[in-house]
Structure formats: C-alpha cells, structure tokens
C-alpha cells in the first residue's frame, strides 16, 4: 500500500463548479499536509498547507484534513478554465509523500 | 514564481554516463529537498539536506549523491545512468530544517537518457 494514494483521473467539470479532490495515506505519524498545483511541464506550487487536523480556507481554495479517517481533501469553488492543471497531495513529518496527482479540466 | 531556481532545465545524456543537477534555494532558505517525478507520477523523495548534511533518505541507490554548499545551493549527481532515470528533476527549498512547512519547488530539470 502506498503511503498516500489519490485517484489520477482526470475530473472533467464546467466552469464554476465546486471541485473535491480528496487523498489518503496511510502513516499515522503524519502530521502536515499540502497541496500543490501543477501545471504541464512546470515545478509544482504551493496552494495550501495544514498542520495536523482541520479546515484552512484561502480564497476560493479550502483544504480538509481528518486524522481519524486519514483523509485530505481540496475544494475548489467558482472554478476556472485557468485551475486546470493536476493537483498533487502530499503529507509528512520531516520530509514529504506524494500522491501521483489528480488531473483537473475546467472547461468553459 | 518561487526564488528556487534550477540548471539545465533540459538534458539529454547516454546510458553509462554521469549527470550534475544544480539547485538555487530561495534566500533564507536552509535546507533542500530533491524529488524525481517521473512522467504521470508524483514526486518522489531522494535527499534532503539540512545546513550541508544529508538528514533524509528516500529509496533510492547509493549511484544517486547529492552536495550541499554554505550558500546552501545544491546539486544532485547521478553516476551509470539508466533508462528509468528519465525523469523531472525537481529541488525544493525551506527555511524550517524540515520540508514538512513552506516548501517552495524550482521548474525542475528534464532528464532524458537514450
């Protein structure tokens, strides 16, 4: 089992729908989570990063984390065609696991 | 964009060879982490270095080595490429010791073997 799994898609959804993108892992230790935006051929970026359970919202981005399930979401509201890029998970401790990424494609 | 940046951003080299990937951390950043992210997959972790010291250590073999400079810089050497090391080269840089806070990533280095 990988420590941290997330389904690649790809999600299909028009413009301005709310998007869940979700991960698991499966180390309890983990203690911090991000999501990073990638988009085709570039480094990826910081969108959001959380410390241990809870909700931390930013704009139109909000990550979930629920230590009890193991379970990391992202929610996108009001999508955008410029959101399409693969959104890649990633918890830790002192280093960071990967999720292989979930492809998003907003169209308008 | 992040302060990280990273050179070549493209390479193509031979089965047998030897690469240098080279790393610029954001200022104030100590401590760097490089990643390979082969096509469709995420990142994954090789090393990372804290003030000059290795201080973790994905699965990767020992022909995989890594230096880090007092500008705390690094590069990533990779010795008898093979074919799977085709790959997205990619550093990430933090000021905390740890790559478990503010980890900001450079544009990566496209590997290619043939």
């Known amino acids: 089992q990988k420590e941290v799994e997330q389904d690649p898609g790809p999600l299909s959804v028009p413009e301005g729908a709310i998007v869940s993108l979700n991960c698991t892992y499966s180390?309890?230790?983990?203690?911090?989570f991000m999501w990073y935006r990638q988009y085709s051929r570039k480094g990826p970026e910081l969108l959001m990063y959380?410390?241990?359970?809870g909700n931390k919202e930013d704009g139109r981005f909000t990550a979930q984390v629920d230590k009890s399930s193991k379970y990391i979401s992202l929610f996108i509201r009001d999508s955008q065609p410029s959101d399409s890029a693969t959104y890649l998970c990633?918890?830790?401790?002192?280093?960071?696991?990967f999720g292989k990424g979930t492809m998003l494609l907003v169209s308008p | 964009e992040t302060g990280v940046t990273q050179s070549p951003t493209h390479l193509i080299k031979t089965r047998g060879q030897q690469v240098t990937l080279r790393c610029s951390s954001q200022?104030?950043?100590?401590?760097v982490s490089w990643y390979q992210q082969a096509l469709g997959q995420g990142p994954q972790f090789i090393f990372q270095?804290?003030?000059?010291?290795?201080?973790g250590r994905g699965n990767f073999p020992p022909r995989f080595s890594g230096l880090q400079f007092p500008n705390y810089s690094s590069e990533l050497n990779v010795n008898a490429l093979e074919l799977d090391d085709s790959a997205l080269y990619l550093c990430?840089?933090?000021?905390?010791?740890?790559?478990?806070?503010?980890?900001?990533f450079g544009q990566g280095t496209r590997l290619t073997v043939v």
């Open positions: 990633a918890s830790g401790y002192s280093t960071l696991t």
């Open positions: 180390n309890s230790a983990f203690q911090y």
């Open positions: 959380t410390y241990s359970s």
């Open positions: 200022s104030g950043h100590n401590t």
């Open positions: 270095y804290y003030r000059e010291e290795e201080n």
């Open positions: 990430a840089s933090s000021p905390t010791g740890f790559m478990n806070t503010e980890a900001f």
